[in-house]
Each structure stands twice: as structure tokens, then as C-alpha cells.
């Protein structure tokens, strides 16, 4: 019924860190590219980072690029997005997704409920 299962999120100064999860079921995840996208308060929905099935080929969004890294565990059904260096404008409720193609981040699964992160000092 559910689909992904995001965690990790919370609340974080400034210049601080976190590692969001993604728990998927072996049938979706299996053979997938996976991405992770964020939708900021009464903002749309965005494409922030994408990772092939082996992980040999990786997206990550100019808005993040040099903060962020997006790694999987094919093993444990799981993705992950690294957060570093944090800015208020990071602030949003954060998905995940199998993506169709890596760089157009064109979703193919529902929507999970997403882990909320707020950057504030």
C-alpha cells in the first residue's frame, strides 16, 4: 500500500547536516533509476538528485550541487540523500520515487508521505 517510506528529516541550523532514507519494496526498487525531490512551502514539487540502478550515473540539481550526495543500497532496498552545508531555501518536504529518465526526473510510482527538513537558526 505504501510504497516509499521516507525518514530522516528534522530540524537543523544552518551549515548543518543530514542523511534522508527511502525505503522501497523489492519490485519497484529492482532494476530502477531512484531520485529524490523536495516541494518547499507553497512551492511546486522539484527534481534535486537522481542515481542509476547501478549507481555508476548520478543527477544532482544546481540549486545542490557540491552539498548534497545521493547514494543507494540495492541489497537493502534503500536510497539516500546526504545533506551538507544546509541553507533556509533547503527547507521542504522531501520524496522519493523510481525516475524513467535519470536527468528528466519523469516519476513512474505513487507519491509516499516524504520527511520534512527545516532549515532555521
Known amino acids: 500500500q505504501v510504497q516509499y517510506v521516507e525518514s530522516g528529516g528534522g530540524l537543523v541550523q544552518p551549515g548543518g547536516s543530514l542523511r534522508l532514507s527511502c525505503a522501497a519494496s523489492?519490485?519497484?526498487?529492482?532494476?530502477?533509476?531512484m531520485g529524490w525531490f523536495r516541494q518547499p512551502p507553497g512551492k511546486e514539487r522539484e527534481f534535486v538528485a537522481g542515481?542509476?540502478?547501478?549507481?555508476?550515473?548520478?543527477y544532482l540539481a544546481d540549486s545542490v550541487l557540491g552539498r548534497f550526495t545521493i547514494s543507494r543500497d540495492n541489497a537493502k532496498n534503500t536510497l539516500y540523500l546526504t545533506m551538507n552545508n544546509l541553507k533556509p531555501e533547503d527547507t521542504a518536504v522531501y520524496y522519493c520515487?523510481?525516475?524513467?529518465?535519470?536527468?528528466?526526473?519523469?516519476?513512474?510510482?505513487?507519491w509516499g508521505q516524504g520527511t520534512l527538513v527545516t532549515v532555521s537558526s
Open positions: 523489492g519490485s519497484i526498487f529492482s532494476g530502477r533509476s
Open positions: 542515481i542509476s540502478w547501478s549507481g555508476g550515473s548520478k
Open positions: 520515487n523510481a525516475v524513467n529518465r535519470l536527468l528528466a526526473g519523469d516519476v513512474l510510482d505513487a
